[in-house]
C-alpha cells in the first residue's frame, strides 16, 4: 500500500484509484489538495469542521458539503466550471463587429453555448491538464478557461468549443469552408460574424466579409 493511503494520511482504498467516485483520480486529488494547502489557498479550520484533509479530500465525494461534487467545482476560479459565467471570455458580446464572440447570450442557444461548452469542472481540468488550484496553469496571463475555449487545433480559423457545439469536427479542417446551411456563407464566415451556421435565415450582413481563401 502507498504509505499516501494510509489511515493516517488521506485513508483511502489502495485497491481502487477514486476512492469517492467523483471521477478525480485518488492521486490527483491529492496531489493539488496538497498544493493547496501549501499555498495557504484554504483555512485548516474549516477544513477540520468539515471533516476534510483537503479541498478535495479523495475519501470524500463533497469536500465542503456545498451539494457539489469535487468534480464538479471550481476551486481556483478560473471559469473552468458549470455555472453561469456567461460572456466571461467574451466582453464585447453585444458587439456584432467583435470576432472574438461568436454568440448571443440572450437566445436560448447562446445560453446553452455559453453554459456548456465555455464552462468546465474540476474533473474537465484534470481532461485538459490544467491545474485546478491555478486559475492560469502556464503563467502566460490568459487564464486556462478562455484558453480551453479558444483552441483551434485543425487551424481552421473556428474555436473548438463553437464548432463541437454546431456539430462540426474541431479536428477536421474541411468543414470551414462548407457552407452547412445553404445562405451563401461558409461555416468560418458564420463563425466571425456570429451567425447561426445551420440556419439559412442567419448570416452576416452588408459589409460584413469573409475571405474565402485564407
Known sequence: ??????????????????????????????????????????????LDALGARGPMDPRM?????DGIDDGQEDFDGDGLNRTNLMNRYCPGWNNPQNSECHIDHMTDAGNRFYDDL????????YQNGTNPVNADTDGDIWEDGSEVYHQDQDDDSMWAGWEYYFGFDPFDPADANVDSDGDGFVNKCENKWNTHPKDPTSFPSQGELCDMFN
Open 118 to 125: 465555455e464552462n468546465y469542472t474540476n474533473f474537465e481540468e
Open 1 to 46: 500500500m502507498n504509505s499516501q493511503e494510509a489511515p493516517d494520511r488521506w485513508d483511502t482504498n489502495p485497491v481502487s484509484h477514486d476512492t469517492d467516485g467523483d471521477k478525480l483520480p485518488d492521486g490527483w486529488e491529492v496531489t493539488y489538495s496538497e498544493e493547496s494547502l501549501m499555498l495557504g489557498l484554504v483555512d485548516n479550520n474549516t
Open 61 to 65: 465525494p463533497d469536500s465542503d458539503l
